[in-house]
């Protein structure tokens, strides 16, 4: 399996890949991590005249905490963001979800952005940004625009990226509710596959254990990951008895739209998200009472 | 049609390494093919096997993942570069034969970096960690069981060893 001839250039800074992408149009493919993308190179379901290997950009790796937001490079290996204690201590779920993704070698060449981008609607770092409202950084030529999650996945492997903008940053909201806990679950043929349904949930409780904030959402269900906001508000002011936990997760089950496929029909999908959402609430809600 | 090539610079297995590659060479290619350590094993060539794991500066990766022209400027250590100086097997590498942690052989090669990745971080894992470490290796004839006590094997060995 050999990809189509392409040629490569190798970026030293955002602002030399914005210039390539400008300069080249369409035949341009950025390369983050390429877990994803090499694959289908191999399977010349994809065929770039020019590869833009932004691997090398120094400016496109970190994690800085700030009061109320987590900034993460895009370029930022899926193994570095895994093992920052830091961040895990703030923004719990992206650890969370980390553990579904890939494999150790996968992790430590995959990136967080190139995961984004890719837009997978059963991929586990979507689904993330979709539920905490992540907001994109997308720099240009002629500058940056931040988009929220809720705006930037527009369908299976698509974002609002535009064939002259990349992924600068990400930049995850901190909750600095003190009792607050996450979960991420998944159903998959094996782990480290894609998720057949998803399921993500974040919540705040009050010192008497009320519920006073939380998000919820579904992967793997829908053309792109889905966040439930108006559900996840049912659950502000409960104590999040099983009977509101379940009417949630049901409710979400019934407004997704899986596919089938080779591996699960619809039906089983819509079954799943109705067991994965609610089981995700519930674990979120026993770490926050820890 | 001739292909454009490209410069590389890589040092492998602490050698370094000098080429003219074009850019669709995988790394696990250019490694097997032009430098004819072929002890990096490619199985299914698009990310699912594991076989063709080697180490990027001392972490592992897919080589199959990745072009030869992306490595430029790094370090690669294949399963060639395991073994001791003198050629002879690492404490893991022996623990493999010890422990039965291989049959066909196909897997060993991307089965050893994991490994060595998971003990270069964490000399004395849990048998949760190891089982995750070569979780995204394939094994068709071990049943994994062995492969597991060799890592284990191997910390132990280790850890009598640095006593």
């Given at each position: 399996m050999k990809p189509v001839p392409f040629e490569y250039v190798r970026a030293s800074s955002i602002g030399e890949a914005c210039d390539v992408l400008q300069r080249e149009g369409d035949a341009v493919k950025l390369i983050a991590g390429g877990q994803s993308l090499v694959p289908l190179m191999a399977m010349r379901l994809v065929r770039p005249g020019l590869l833009l290997d932004?691997?090398?950009?120094?400016?496109?790796k970190f994690i800085s905490l700030e009061t109320d937001t987590a900034r993460i490079g895009a370029c930022t290996r899926q193994a570095l963001v895994e093992r920052d204690g830091a961040l895990a201590a703030r923004v719990p779920l992206l650890r969370q979800a980390l553990a579904w993704v890939g494999h150790a070698q996968t992790r430590n060449r995959g990136t967080l952005g190139g995961s984004l981008a890719h837009a997978d609607p059963c991929a586990e770092l979507p689904l993330t940004a979709q539920v905490l409202g992540a907001r994109m950084v997308l720099r240009g030529t002629a500058g940056t625009r931040i988009v929220p999650a809720g705006d930037f996945f527009s369908g299976p492997m698509m974002t609002v990226t535009g064939p002259q903008e990349c992924l600068e940053e990400v930049h995850w909201p901190i909750w600095s509710e003190p009792r607050t806990g996450s979960a991420f679950t998944e159903i998959s043929n094996r782990h480290g596959d894609f998720a057949m349904v998803a399921a993500a949930a974040q919540l705040a409780l009050d010192g008497d254990g009320r519920c006073v904030r939380a998000a919820f959402g579904l992967g793997g269900v829908d053309q792109t990951p889905l966040a439930f906001p108006q559900l996840a508000a049912r659950l502000v002011g409960t104590r999040l008895d099983e009977a509101v936990v379940q009417s949630v997760a049901q409710d979400a089950a019934a407004a997704a739209r899986p596919g089938s496929d080779l591996f699960a029909t619809s039906a089983y999908r819509r079954h799943l998200a109705g067991v994965l959402g609610a089981r995700a609430i519930r674990s979120a809600h026993e770490q926050a009472r820890l | 049609m001739t292909e454009k090539l490209y410069s590389i610079s890589i040092e492998v297995n602490g050698v370094h390494r000098t080429a003219q590659v074009p850019a669709r060479r995988p790394l696990a290619d250019w490694l097997r093919e032009d430098l004819h350590l072929t002890g990096t094993h490619l199985g299914c060539e698009h990310g699912v096997c594991g076989a063709c794991s080697v180490m990027l500066d001392e972490e592992p990766v897919r080589s199959c993942l990745m072009y030869a022209v992306q490595a430029d400027g790094h370090r690669v250590t294949t399963v060639e570069g395991l073994a001791r100086p003198d050629g002879s097997m690492s404490v893991l590498q022996d623990s493999f034969c010890q422990a039965h942690a291989l049959q066909c052989g196909y897997c060993t090669p991307g089965m050893l970096i994991a490994a060595q990745g998971l003990l270069d971080a964490h000399p004395r894992p849990t048998d949760r960690q190891i089982r995750e470490a070569i979780g995204g290796n394939l094994c068709r004839c071990t049943g994994y069981q062995q492969i597991v006590e060799a890592v284990r094997l191997a910390a132990d060995r280790m850890a009598e060893e640095s006593k």
């Open positions: 932004i691997n090398e950009i120094a400016a496109l | -």
